[in-house]
């Protein structure tokens, strides 16, 4: 980890803050977690300390702990020198103090630092002729990485007119790499299908009915449905491990969802042994956290199988991609009233609900993948059987 996002002060300036408790939340992989101070004293922020939402790195100043009797922002009159009181410094995943005494900075050096990078960079810099004052560092201790030198250089060749330059975020970063990651590590196939589901429509009407609260969505009678299914199907919740698949001693299943800083896919544990109405509610407090960026990372880890659902955007079928290590993720399009032939060679009306199951192909062969999808179609035509 390099950077994290910060999101807000747990305590305030003033506060006598013991060793291990928890000071500041920090969002990193798109969950939130509380980093604890690994020393003692009286908090006192800087008025120019990060606000929520701004990125730090790692090593960056955040606050002061003083001691008893020290007076806030201890500085030195002199303009040689700077008396600094030790920092709260964010060290990955604990705010540290580098040192129980002041340490002495010379202002007239400061500013003289010589630019540091690596080997990669320097020669990527004489390559594409890029000035290294002008990079922008995003490795540790600002050091400057061949991967900055080349976005630097890329952008200096962009049209002077009609682009605009709009930052990556920490969030949208980490969706790409994973996203990179899941195409370059998986051989991923999607098969689609779609299945009757007039009786899920009239099952959840008529929990509507009756006033159910909270009122399940579809995808948590998937979900609960899927689980069952993964138990017959238990090669589709396997991880490829080279030599061996490695099959999960539970079935927790994560589900995407969508937020104002990216895709979040919180994971709930073990929904096959859930009733419908606690699914549906621990699926909301987990979708509210995601929403309001209080999701931990404790919640989006160790998913076995993954859903994800476009239906409310009107899109029938898509290629989702593989939650990776996972080996499959199912694609849950939109309910559409269209006429369906029968047996006697007339038409009716139904409720279809299209499906797109993506998976990995070293791990299973499309003939499983599809028996999967066959019993998950025949479950979803009968939810009540199942729930």
Known sequence: MEEGTFLEWLKKTGDFVNEGDPLFTLESDKAAQEVESTDSGILELLPDGPKPGAVIKVGAILAYLLAEGEPPQALDATPETTSLTPPVVYSQGA??????????????????????????????????????????????????RERDVLDASSKKRL????????????????????????????????ITGRCDASAMVLFRNQLKAGDATPLPSFNDIILKIAAGV??????????????????????????????????????????????LSEISRRSKQ??????????????????????????????????????????????????????????????????????????????????????????????????????
């Open 95 to 144: 705010a540290s103090v580098h040192s129980a005494k002041p340490v002495a900075v010379d202002a007239t050096k400061a500013t003289t630092t010589a630019t540091t990078a690596s080997p990669r960079a320097r020669r990527a810099a004489l390559a594409t002729g890029v000035d290294l004052a002008t990079v922008t560092p995003t490795g540790k201790s600002g050091r400057i």
């Open 230 to 275: 993964l138990k017959a199907h238990p090669n589709l919740t396997g991880r490829w491990a080279g030599t061996s698949i490695q099959l999960p001693d539970a079935i927790d299943i994560g589900f995407a969802v969508e937020t104002e800083d990216g895709l979040v896919v919180p994971v709930l544990r073990d929904p096959g042994s859930l009733r």
């Open 286 to 387: 987990l979708i509210d956290a995601a929403r309001n960026r209080r999701i931990t990372s404790q919640e989006t880890k160790d998913g076995c199988f993954t859903i994800t659902s476009l239906g409310s955007f009107g899109i029938d079928t898509f290629t989702p991609v593989i939650q990776f290590p996972e080996t499959a993720i199912l694609g849950v399009g939109t309910i559409t009233r269209v006429a369906v032939p029968l047996e006697d060679g007339s038409f009716a009306s139904r409720e279809q609900l299209p499906l797109s199951l993506t998976f990995d192909h070293r791990a299973l062969d499309g003939a499983p993948a599809a028996r999967f999808l066959q019993t998950l179609r025949r479950r979803l035509e009968n939810p009540t059987a199942w729930i």
């Open 159 to 190: 049209p002077s007119v009609g682009w605009v330059d709009v930052p990556v975020t920490a969030t949208r970063r980490i969706i790409a790499e994973k996203l990179e990651r899941s195409v370059s590590q998986t051989v991923p196939v999607t």
